[in-house]
């Protein structure tokens, strides 16, 4: 059975329209700032995508693109004026920085607040302390999948093949603090496929056909398997999965497109708006 991302997404987005407009009502208009440095065209696109979605929900936008050769200085000196600013609700910077600027160090001038991909030092801490508020995206929107067609994740062997902060580990928490017993694999990892065929629930990110497809003789039967992994094979975006011969053992899986893409998307809409109530508070 198919994860359907576009149908819950869908779902979930006409549930924050109904927000949004009570918000409004109640005399604040949310608002996300991003941030794009460089004209990388992926970058360019996940950009406009996720402005159109927050437009449609009637979340107002404000898009700064900067040139590929910024310091890192003015970038502070911007994302500093967006902390600044209170018609200013949520700060987004487009991932990947070019190489001279430091991630960690930008990230983390973004006020713990506003912060809506939940990728500051401060919003990571509370999500270990299990107190999670602004949790980054990707993982929010695979639990709300999850959630969303029932299905129980308590005592279930979840193997996650991915160890980074957008992803791996912040789903770590969240399907610890959901009481599963997760395991966490990643490019050093010996025995790889022994690991993912003890799993119940396997996500897996990474994005590289070259060095991994997931068919089906790695997973046992019943596998809920959840696809994040991007890549581009012949102008087509597919994901780690080899779609068609592993939904056949699968019980339930997630296509690539339409899977975590979309709820990816929905979550950032959902974290402007909690960002935008801390804000109130
Ligand atoms: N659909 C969505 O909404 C969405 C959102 C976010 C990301 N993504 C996609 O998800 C993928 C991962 O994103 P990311 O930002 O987390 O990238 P990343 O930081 O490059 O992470 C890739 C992970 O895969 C692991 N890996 C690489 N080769 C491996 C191998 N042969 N065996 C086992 N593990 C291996 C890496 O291990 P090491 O840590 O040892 O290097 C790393 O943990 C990308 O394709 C990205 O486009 C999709």
Redesign the pocket.
Known sequence: MILNGIEVSAHIRSELKKEVSNLDSAGTRPLLATVLVGNDPASITYISNKHKACNEIGILTRDHKLDGNISQSDLINLVESLNDDSMVHGILIQLPLPRHIDEYTVINKISPRKDVDGLTVYNQGLLFAGRGELVPC?PKGIIEILRFYNIDVSGKDVVI????N???KPLFLLFLGLDSTVTV?????KN?VEKIKNADILVT????RN??TLTEDMIKKDTIVID????RHMGKVIGDVDFESVSKKSSWITPVPGG??PM?ICMLLKNTLIATRLQLK
């Open positions: 990707t093949v991915n160890r980074s957008l992803v791996g694999c990643h490019s050093k990892t790889l990110a990474i994005g590289n060095v991994f994040v992994g991007i890549s975590v893409g990816t």
